[in-house]
């Protein structure tokens, strides 16, 4: 267990560096692996999704970092589930978090908006998806941090750490809105 629990600390770690350059050798060793990893994970949904529910998705946009290759592999991930994406590179997202109202603590390596929401960090596609098809009194969705094993995030192994995607309501509160992994 501790040594489980250590390599996964790794692996953030390392995913970390990879999402903030790119072009180092860990990144570039990654980003295939997880490529293909983000293609078998979405491949399901992409296939089961019917034509006409794709189609009738909003544009999102995508704000990151231009050296973000975590952020890269996401916006791959929700383009495969039918998204249409257009990625903005910025060098400081704050002001772009704060306009959107997401609260301190819940941020991430990209904020995306879409639909009159806001989407923050690694969250799956199909739980953007039913915020879409539910439209819940909210501000948006939030996966806090980098959990490993998220979309844009895998393991070569396909191990997913437990997290949880939080509704952020008009309000700042939170409360969950879908677990996964564990």
């Not at 990144?27 to 006409?52: I, K, L, N, S």
């Not at 400081?92 to 978090?97: A, D, F, S, T």
């Not at 960090?121 to 915020?131: E, K, N, Q, S």
Request: charged share 20%; glycine share 10%.
């Amino acid at each position: 267990m501790r040594i489980e629990r250590g390599l996964l600390v790794l692996t953030g770690a390392l995913a970390l560096s990879a999402c903030h350059d790119r072009a180092s050798p860990m990144a570039q060793a990654a980003a295939p692996r997880a490529a293909a990893a983000a293609a078998v994970a979405t491949a399901p949904t992409a296939a089961a999704a019917p034509a006409t529910a794709t189609a009738a998705l909003p544009k999102m946009i995508v704000h990151k970092n231009p050296t973000c290759g975590c952020c890269s592999l996401w916006v791959d991930h929700v383009r495969a589930a039918g998204f249409t994406v257009e990625v903005r590179d910025h060098d400081n997202l704050h002001p772009i978090k704060e306009r959107l109202g997401v609260p301190y603590g819940k941020g991430s390596c990209h904020t995306a908006e879409v639909g009159g929401y806001f989407v923050e960090g690694h969250v799956p596609a199909a739980d953007i998806v039913r915020l879409l098809r539910e439209k819940p009194q909210a501000r948006g969705l939030a996966v806090p941090g980098m959990p490993a094993g998220s979309p844009g995030m895998e393991l070569p192994d396909g191990r997913v750490q437990p997290y949880t995607v939080e509704l952020i309501g008009r309000d700042g509160g939170t409360r969950a809105y879908a677990r996964h992994g564990g």
